[in-house]
């Protein structure tokens, strides 16, 4: 089956400064890469989302790339604030199996 | 509009005990999905489902987890005889339908077996 694996697991940066998440799967079947924020004791929330048709997507401060021979994806935050620390998620699946696998996830600190 | 909605938001239980945990997904929302999420780990899979029918239950960890759905809304997600491993929090997502189609997550239920 499918694995996910995200690095770093934790990551600190100064405020104004970027960040970047990486992750790599094993499925080459995958075609759906969904990032998730989730602050302490609240719920996933989806940011930003890609498809296997695209190689970049961006939304604001926030943008995902995709390489599919390589079979990684990363996120990027750029001119981070002190509201971007959370722990971030990324996932993937693929058409006919619903189910998302997650990476580990990373603990984004910003310092003022 | 009103997002996923889940109960109890903490559950506390004795070991051996059932419990059962609801989700109602966002209104229209075709598919439902089960995750759990262990202290400073990422999300499991545990079972979705289009409508009322569970095309895959795949990631229910024994016989003692099940689910169902009713009305193509409501679902509950038993576990039977609990276990200190049970222990974790327990997500619900819903779509608006298949293929890839974005999941939005409740707050979950924080379940802690004693």
């Known amino acids: 089956g499918e694995n996910v694996e995200q690095h770093p697991s934790t990551l600190s940066v100064q405020e104004g400064d970027s960040a970047v998440i990486k992750c790599t799967y094993s499925?080459?079947?995958?075609?759906?890469f969904p990032w998730y924020k989730q602050e302490l004791g609240k719920r996933p929330q989806l940011i930003i989302d890609?498809?296997?048709?695209?190689g970049e997507k961006k939304d604001q401060r926030i943008a995902v790339t995709l390489n599919k021979t390589a079979k990684h994806f990363s996120l990027h935050i750029t001119e981070t604030q002190p509201e971007d620390s959370a722990v971030y998620f990324c996932?993937?699946?693929?058409?006919?199996?619903?189910?998302?696998?997650f990476g580990q996830g990373t603990r984004l600190t910003i310092n003022p | 509009g009103a997002g996923v909605s889940q109960s109890p938001s903490n559950k506390v239980t004795e070991k051996g005990k059932d419990v059962e945990l609801r989700c109602d997904p966002i209104?229209?929302?075709?598919?439902l999905y089960w995750y759990r999420q262990r202290l400073g780990q990422g999300l499991e899979f545990l079972i979705y489902?289009?409508?009322?029918?569970?095309?895959?239950k795949s990631g229910l960890p024994s016989d003692r987890f099940s689910a169902e759905r009713t009305g193509e809304s409501v679902s509950t997600l038993t576990i039977q005889r609990t276990q200190q491993e049970d222990s974790a929090v327990y997500l619900c997502?819903?779509?608006?339908?298949?293929?890839?189609?974005?999941?939005?997550f409740g707050d979950g239920t924080r379940l802690s077996i004693l």
């Open positions: 997502a819903s779509s608006q339908g298949l293929n890839n189609q974005p999941q939005h």
């Open positions: 499925d080459s079947a995958s075609n759906y």
């Open positions: 890609i498809r296997s048709n695209v």
């Open positions: 996932a993937a699946t693929k058409q006919g199996a619903q189910k998302l696998v």
């Open positions: 209104s229209g929302h075709t598919a």
């Open positions: 489902f289009q409508g009322n029918s569970a095309p895959d």
